[in-house]
């Protein structure tokens, strides 16, 4: 029982993390793109391939993909702290969509040749460890019938 409630605060910390990590993008945002845009006018390299609205567009479109994460994270983490069936389902929906986002950036990374870069070698595979060991946790039988029994 020590592990899954370790796991649901862990979880729940995961989730803040990210609902934190949007709205510092959030927050920064116009301070990114000002600066963006002096490097455009100082010719730069790297900031002629951008364009400050497709830097704009991105850096909104994974905060918001970051605030729906970490708020269904926390939420999951307090239902699963609370043992509710419901959020023991919706924390493995969850892994499925980190282990598909995971994996569209590790292709990403491999096209872009980025794969032996240190923090991909790390990263990846820790990645992959806490997604599978978590899907075997939460899906064996002993785990399962601590939700079952909670609801009854």
């Known amino acids: 029982m ?4 370790a796991l649901t605060i862990f979880i729940f910390v995961f989730g803040g993390l990210c609902f934190v990590l949007s709205g510092l993008m959030l927050s920064s945002l ?10 455009q006018l100082a010719g730069s390299e790297g900031a002629q391939r951008i364009s400050v609205e497709t830097l704009r567009t991105g850096i909104v479109s ?21 043992l509710k069936e419901w959020a023991r389902r919706l924390w ?3 892994l499925v969509v980190f282990a598909v986002a995971s994996l569209y950036w590790f292709a990403g990374d ?12 790390i990263g990846y595979p820790i990645t992959a460890l806490l997604i599978f060991g978590m899907w075997i ?13 909670a609801v009854r």
């Open 110 to 121: 491999c096209y872009q040749g980025r794969v032996l870069e240190l923090d991909n070698l």
């Open 30 to 39: 116009e301070t990114n793109l000002r600066t963006w845009e002096q490097l």
């Open 137 to 149: 946790y939460f899906t064996r039988q002993k785990t399962r019938n601590r939700f079952v029994a």
């Open 2 to 5: 020590k592990k899954l409630k």
């Open 62 to 82: 994974q905060s918001i993909w970051y605030l729906a994460l970490g708020l269904l994270s926390m939420v999951s983490g307090v239902g699963l702290f609370l």
């Open 92 to 94: 493995l929906g969850l």
